[in-house]
C-alpha cells in the first residue's frame, strides 16, 4: 500500500477517507486475530501482512500504536491452561503469553524495518495525571524516535478492581492519551450492524455512525455480541467509541479476518466509522476548561502574561507565586499580578516544586528539583486561556 494509494477519491467510503486523513492512529487487534487456534502460537502470517500495512500508513507520514492482545491466549497455550483457569493463573499466563506475544510482533515487524517498543499500562497509567503526564511522555517520545508502541495492559500486576479488562477500552484511552485522531478497531465483524448479521439476514450495515444515541448503544447488547478469544465484544467496542470521540478521535470497526485489513478498507471494504465532532487537542482543552477542579495558583509576571496570549508555554521563569497546594498534573489557574484569571493549566510539577523553579530559568530545573521533566511550567498544549 503506497502513500498515493492512500490518497482518495471523492467515490471512496468514509472509512477509507478517515485513514487517509488521520495523522496519529491506534490500531488495536483482538486475541482472536494475533493467536492462531490451532497452534496457539502468533499468526505469523497475518501479523506480518498487518505491519506492512503499518509501514504503509508510516510512509505516508501518519504515525501508528498498536494496542495488542494476546498474552493470556499465548500464556496459556504455552503453560496449557484451560480457559477458565483462576485468575492469578490467568495473570501467570499474561507474564508468559507478553513476552511471545512481543516476539510474534517483532518478527512480523522486522521484515518492514518497524521497531516495536513494548508499553505496558495499567488503568492508573491512563487515570492518574501525573501517571499519565509521564505515560504520554514516553509514548511521545516513542513515536519521535520512530518506534511503533505495542500496548497491552499490564495484566499480571493489574488488580481486578484497577483494571480495564478488555482491550477496546485500553486502546481507546491509549487514543485519548496521545491524542490520535483515529481508532481503528479490528475485529471479527466489519463493523456494526442494526442486529447480528450472523443470525439474522435483515441485518443492515451501518457505515457511518456521527451521534453515538442510545439507540446505537443498545445496538451492543447481546445480539451483536460476538464470540471472541478475548473478552470485548460489540458493546465495549461502542464504549471505546464514545471514550474516543470524546477525545476527539474517530473510531472505525474494521475487519481483520483478511490479512491486510487496513489495506483492505483503503479499497473499499466495508467498515463503520464514527465521527468526532471535535479535534484531539480541542477536546482536551475543554476537558483541561470544563472537568478539572484547579487545587492552586500560579501568579505570573506581565512578560509571561503576553507570551501566553501568543500562544508559548508558561515558563519557570515566569512565575512570580504560586498559591494552594497541587500536584504534578492537576489543574491550577493562571493569574496576573493584579489577580485577574487568564486561565487555567496543568502543572507540569507539584507545588513544593514550583517553588523552589519559580522566577529561574529553565536550565536550572534538574539542579533545583533532582530532575528535568518537562522544562516548562505548563506547557501550552496543556493550558486553556478564558476569552479575552
Ligand atoms: N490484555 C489481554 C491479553 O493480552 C486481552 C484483553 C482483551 O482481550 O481485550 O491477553
Not at 467510503?13 to 502468533?42: E, F, N
Not at 498474552?71 to 513476552?99: C, F, I, P, W, Y
Not at 508499553?119 to 518506534?147: K, P, Q, S
Not at 479490528?186 to 442494526?194: A, E, P
Amino acid at each position: 500500500m503506497t502513500d498515493a494509494a492512500v490518497q482518495t477519491t471523492a467515490e471512496s467510503t468514509a472509512a477509507a477517507r478517515a485513514i487517509a486523513g488521520a495523522r496519529r492512529i491506534v490500531v488495536k487487534i483482538g486475541s482472536s486475530l494475533v493467536v492462531d487456534a490451532k497452534t496457539r502460537a502468533p499468526s505469523a502470517d497475518w501479523l506480518e501482512a498487518l505491519a506492512a500495512d503499518i509501514a504503509a500508513l508510516r510512509a505516508g507520514g501518519r504515525e501508528v500504536a498498536v494496542v495488542s492482545s494476546g498474552a493470556v491466549a499465548l500464556g496459556r497455550g504455552r503453560l496449557k491452561l484451560a480457559k477458565n483457569a483462576r485468575l492469578d493463573e490467568k495473570q501467570a499466563a499474561a507474564a508468559v503469553g507478553q513476552s511471545l506475544l512481543m516476539r510474534g510482533w517483532e518478527a512480523a515487524f522486522q521484515p518492514h524495518g518497524l521497531t516495536p517498543a513494548q508499553v505496558l499500562l495499567t488503568r492508573d497509567d491512563t487515570e492518574r495525571r501525573r501517571r499519565w503526564l509521564n505515560a504520554r511522555a514516553t509514548l511521545e517520545a516513542l513515536l519521535t524516535l520512530g518506534a511503533v508502541p505495542v500496548i497491552n495492559e499490564n495484566d499480571t500486576v493489574a488488580t481486578e478492581e484497577l483494571r480495564y479488562g478488555d482491550n477496546d477500552r485500553l486502546a481507546a484511552r491509549a487514543a485519548q492519551l496521545i491524542r490520535a485522531d483515529l481508532l481503528i478497531l479490528l475485529s471479527d465483524v466489519d463493523g456494526l450492524y442494526t442486529a447480528d448479521p450472523r443470525r439474522d439476514p435483515t441485518a443492515e450495515h451501518l457505515p457511518l455512525i456521527e451521534a453515538l444515541t442510545p439507540e446505537i448503544m443498545a445496538l451492543g447488547g447481546g445480539a451483536n455480541a460476538e464470540a471472541d478469544v478475548g473478552t470485548g465484544g460489540m458493546a465495549t467496542k461502542l464504549m471505546a467509541a464514545r471514550i474516543a470521540r470524546s477525545a476527539g478521535c474517530a473510531t472505525l470497526i474494521v475487519s481483520g479476518l483478511q490479512p491486510h485489513p487496513l489495506e483492505a478498507v483503503r479499497d473499499g471494504a466495508r467498515a463503520t466509522l464514527f465521527t468526532a465532532p471535535a479535534t484531539p487537542l480541542a477536546a482536551y482543552k475543554q476537558w483541561i476548561a470544563g472537568s478539572l477542579e484547579p487545587t492552586g495558583a500560579l501568579v505570573i509576571d506581565d512578560g509571561a502574561a503576553a507570551a501566553l496570549v501568543k500562544g508559548r508555554s508558561l515558563l519557570p521563569s515566569g512565575v512570580a507565586r504560586i498559591e494552594g497546594r497541587f500536584d504534578k498534573g492537576d489543574s491550577v489557574r493562571l493569574q496576573t499580578l493584579d489577580g485577574a484569571v487568564l486561565g487555567v493549566g496543568l502543572a507540569a510539577y507539584a507545588a513544593d516544586e514550583m517553588a523552589r523553579i519559580q522566577g529561574r530559568h529553565s536550565t536550572e530545573i534538574e539542579a533545583l528539583v533532582g530532575y528535568k521533566g518537562a522544562g516548562v511550567a505548563v506547557h501550552r498544549d496543556d493550558l486553556v486561556l478564558e476569552a479575552p
